[in-house]
T-cell receptor, first 114, second 111 residues
Framework: DQQVKQNSPSLSVQEGRISILNCDYT??????FLWYKKYPAEGPTFLIS?????DKNEDGRFTVFLNKSAKHLSLHIVPSQPGDSAVYFC?????????????FGKGTHLIIQP | DSGVTQTPKHLITATGQRVTLRCSPR?????VYWYQQSLDQGLQFLIQ???????AKGNILERFSAQQFPDLHSELNLSSLELGDSALYFC??????????FGPGTRLTVL
């Protein structure tokens, strides 16, 4: 039973355009959401996060949007750069009192085309 | 560089054996988390320690155990290894907030 789903295993975007990565979750008790970026042979790197009390958080080229009613979040990268090519994981923080590990989606492989 | 270190980087062993993976958290972080990433799965939370005490358990098998030492480094012990235990094992640490910072991982291959 996957509580965090990333339905696109891969996404190809032209350099300079906007990349939009999507994530859906089923547990309405999740209260914090994070995006991680992973290069091959490295550990995941924290990118950006959002609390469930917000609907948008922006950090430079990265913006995360949260739609609680739809249980959906998205990561926008604009403009996309070649170095953005990586696997992106969406993760959710459990409810208070639950296990404190993050629940991850299976990732989306973003490929930025020159 | 996240500041989290893991050793060894690669480990090859046989079925039935026991191995120990080591993790040193970022300076000052009291929480350590262990995750497993198999080929067909995303990152799966195994266990969390906070300042030497077990704090939370996820999908950790009974053959696996962990501990956190007074200097805050942590070890994940995997015993009676099976082929299906082949995976990447990541350690992460945090200072108490929701953001976790991951090490480079240990790739375990069970033959």
């Amino acid at each position: 039973d996957q509580q965090v789903k990333q339905n696109s295993p891969s996404l190809s975007v032209q350099e300079g355009r906007i990349s939009i990565l999507n994530c859906d979750y089923t547990n309405s008790m999740f209260d914090y959401f994070l995006w991680y970026k992973k290069y091959p042979a490295e550990g995941p790197t924290f990118l950006i996060s959002i609390s469930s009390i917000k609907d948008k958080n922006e950090d430079g080229r990265f913006t995360v949007f949260l739609n609680k009613s739809a249980k959906h979040l998205s990561l926008h990268i604009v403009p996309s750069q070649p170095g953005d090519s990586a696997v992106y994981f969406c993760a959710a923080s459990p409810p208070v009192g639950g296990a404190d590990g993050l629940t991850f989606g299976k990732g989306t492989h973003l490929i930025i085309q020159p | 560089d996240s500041g989290v270190t893991q050793t060894p980087k690669h480990l090859i062993t046989a079925t039935g054996q026991r191995v120990t993976l080591r993790c040193s958290p970022r300076s000052g972080d009291l929480s350590v988390y262990w995750y497993q990433q198999s080929l067909d799965q995303g990152l799966q939370f195994l266990i969390q320690y906070y300042n030497g005490e077990e704090r939370a358990k996820g999908n950790i098998l009974e053959r696996f155990s962990a501990q956190q030492f007074p200097d805050l480094h942590s070890e994940l012990n995997l015993s009676s290894l099976e082929l299906g235990d082949s995976a990447l094992y990541f350690c992460a640490s945090s200072a108490g907030g929701d953001e976790q910072f991951f090490g480079p991982g240990t790739r375990l291959t069970v033959l």
